[in-house]
């Protein structure tokens, strides 16, 4: 009897450029930026750029079902009100397509994220890729991929509890977590 593989996506939604990332097994086996531009100015442009997004996860989503997703949760410190509410729409258009396809999500907070790579809660962009390259030995320059990278490693965590050891903080993190599941 052959073990199944165990898919995880890891998804940083943004606007301007939506990191993914799936891993099979730990591996990394596909990692795409979506990149987005506004489309105009009207109230439906906004529409079509997140339903456009949205295509692009499940066109991923089709070909790599994973066992668990998980998402960054939104950093409200925005200033940008009408951006605040795009971005919140496409978060809750990715948790219903999600539903959609009956695949388990999490989401993490962008301070648990941080702790969970660098054991800082406000670590900068840059610390992040440099601490996952040491953590986890991948090279990774878009900051939105690697999110995209650390949260499919946080799903990998809770979904193989016994599958690599994790430092105290990561653990606090995954506690965290857990209760989502």
């Given at each position: 009897m052959t073990k199944e593989k165990t898919k995880i996506i890891g998804i940083d939604l943004s606007l301007t450029g939506t990191g993914i990332v799936v891993l099979e097994d730990g591996k990394l086996m596909k990692k795409k930026l979506i990149k987005s531009k506004p489309l105009g100015k009207r109230p439906i442009d906004e529409i079509h750029r997140i339903r456009k997004i949205i295509e692009e996860i499940e066109d991923i989503l089709g070909e790599d079902i994973p066992d668990i997703a998980v998402i960054e949760g939104m950093a409200f410190m925005a200033r940008n009100t009408t951006a605040l509410v795009q971005l919140a729409a496409l978060n809750y258009m990715t948790r219903a397509l999600l539903v959609d396809y009956n695949i388990t999500f999490i989401i993490?907070?962008?301070?648990?994220?941080?702790?969970?790579?660098?054991?800082?809660?406000?670590?900068?962009?840059?610390?992040?890729?440099?601490?996952?390259?040491?953590?986890?030995?991948?090279?990774?320059?878009?900051?939105?991929?690697?999110?995209?990278?650390?949260?499919?490693?946080?799903?990998?965590?809770?979904?193989?509890?016994?599958?690599?050891?994790?430092?105290?903080?990561?653990?606090?993190?995954?506690?965290?977590?857990?209760?989502?599941?």
């Open positions: 993490v907070a962008p301070t648990s994220l941080k702790k969970f790579v660098t054991g800082s809660g406000n670590a900068k962009k840059d610390v992040m890729l440099i601490e996952t390259y040491k953590r986890y030995g991948v090279t990774i320059l878009d900051d939105n991929i690697c999110d995209g990278y650390s949260l499919a490693q946080v799903g990998l965590c809770l979904k193989e509890s016994n599958s690599k050891p994790v430092t105290k903080f990561q653990q606090e993190v995954l506690d965290l977590l857990k209760k989502q599941l």
